[in-house]
């Protein structure tokens, strides 16, 4: 186990980010919501087949109750690494840590080139600092949550966005967005 503790000092943590690249996939809403009661917001189907293409064969971190909230089951195809404080949890087919640090060392230890933080709200607040891209889907509505995404501030510029009508199958308009660190 790693028993030292990054330093966040400087907007970004110190590790080989040479080779790991750090990405945040989310879907929020026109007023940054993502979740209420641990639970998504909305149904599109199209975003569920986005994140999956996107995360395939590569680790993704959450925390605990993001994982209790896919019912438990392990994401297949990715190395599944679930954050939280509580000392000896483990699930099957897992991997659990009690830092984003010692999340980062292990995708590190298994020569993955990128890493995918995909919630919850905490999580997404602590990664920031260090996140090189941002895969956002802006759902287009203005919904309660009790879950917030950070606000993308001006450290990020959009490098492209693609509208999504809503639909039969998608109650809300939507856009694929992808944000760079400057």
Known sequence: KITSVIQLSKPRWQFNKLFMKVSLVV??????????????LW?????????????????VIMGRKTFESLGRRVLPGRLNIILSKQVGLSYDQTEVVGSIAEAMALAERENYAEVFIIG????????????????????HTQIEGDTLFPVID???????????????????AFDFECWKRK
């Open 27 to 40: 879907a929020a809403s026109d007023n940054h919501m993502i979740g209420k009661d641990n639970q998504l």
């Open 43 to 59: 149904h599109l189907p199209k975003d569920m087949k986005f994140f999956k293409d996107t995360t395939w064969a590569m680790p």
């Open 120 to 139: 919850g709200g905490q999580i997404y607040q602590e990664a920031m600092s260090i996140a090189d891209t941002i895969y956002m889907t802006r759902v």
């Open 154 to 172: 001006a450290q990020w510029s959009l490098e492209y966005s693609f509208p999504n009508a809503a639909d039969e199958k998608h109650a809300y």
